[in-house]
């Protein structure tokens, strides 16, 4: 029953800002990272950023996005939000948030995946 839900996508102009926000509700034991990818009509899923529970919450961002966006979280509440500053028409995109996380003490670490929500910057 692990639920990931999606706001903060919409219609912004070149160069605005949006935020994007995830809650993760449901049985999960551990969560190793909470991340975002993002969908383009018609072609692959990119990882856009990602963040670790361990390490200080230490991130990783595409190269594309690096200086623009910012990816946080609380980990007491499961959230995880991306700030996405000076937006540009390539940016447009299907934006699914993601976690990596455990079921129980044994398990192996896998994906669960947001509806995603649809960000579109227009020129």
């Known amino acids: 029953q692990v639920q990931l839900g999606e706001s903060g996508g919409g219609l912004v102009q070149a160069g605005g800002s949006l935020t994007l926000s995830c809650t993760v509700s449901?049985?999960?034991?551990?969560?190793?990272?909470m991340g975002w990818y993002r969908q383009a009509p018609g072609k692959q899923r990119e990882l856009v950023a990602v963040?670790?529970?361990?390490?200080?919450?230490?991130?990783d961002y595409a190269d594309s996005v690096k200086g623009r966006f910012s990816i946080s979280s609380d980990n007491v509440k499961n959230t995880v939000s991306l700030q996405m500053n000076s937006l540009k028409p390539e940016d447009t995109a299907i934006y699914y948030c993601?976690?990596?996380?455990?079921?129980?003490?044994?398990?192996?670490?896998?994906?669960?995946w947001g509806q995603g929500t649809q960000v579109t910057v227009s020129s």
């Open positions: 963040i670790r529970s361990g390490s200080g919450g230490s991130t």
């Open positions: 449901g049985s999960i034991f551990r969560i190793n990272r």
């Open positions: 993601t976690v990596l996380a455990r079921k129980n003490t044994n398990s192996v670490p896998r994906p669960y």
